[in-house]
């Protein structure tokens, strides 16, 4: 998955110009060191790049991407799904303080990392989302019960 997550933030630092920022499953697992049997890597950018719909579907399928119609955009390579959403939304949602997420530099590819005080922002509105199902809020509070313990070390 890290191999993909370089992949993915190499075609967005150098096609598009943007640091994508890490968040979900995947994040968490990067910054607890805990394996939460993430199955897709979720990333944010702004809407402004999100809006070239065209253009970012183009760039990953030269990539040798596979573009997934779905509601968030969504990509598969070698099994694994990127699914790229509106990081104003997300902001907005969840209340993030964007100060504290960490820039992560790896093989001359960026991307921001949500910090553990922004995963539990986002965990919280997760546990409360009317739309999610009662399987992923259980999870959701399982996870924030291990930020919450990570975060009072």
Do not use: C
Not at 62 to 83: A, R, W
Not at 124 to 147: I, V
């Amino acid at each position: 998955m890290k191999n993909t997550l370089i992949e993915v933030s190499s075609i967005l630092n150098q096609e598009f110009l943007v640091i994508p920022l890490l968040y979900g499953s995947f994040a968490l697992q990067e910054v607890l060191g805990k394996d939460y049997q993430a199955k897709d890597i979720d990333l944010l950018i702004s809407n402004d790049v999100l809006r070239n719909k065209i253009d970012l579907i183009q760039a990953f399928v030269m990539k040798g991407f596979t573009y997934i119609n779905k509601e968030v955009l969504t990509f598969e390579k070698n099994g694994i799904e990127i699914e790229i959403s509106n990081l104003e939304q997300w902001i907005k949602n969840s209340n993030w303080n964007m100060n504290e997420n960490i820039l992560v530099s790896q093989k001359e590819v960026r991307y921001h990392l949500l910090s553990a005080k922004n995963l539990e922002r986002l965990y919280l509105y997760l546990t409360n989302d009317k739309r999610r199902s009662k399987e992923k809020k259980q999870k959701d509070q399982e996870k924030l019960s291990d930020l919450k313990m990570f975060l009072e070390r």
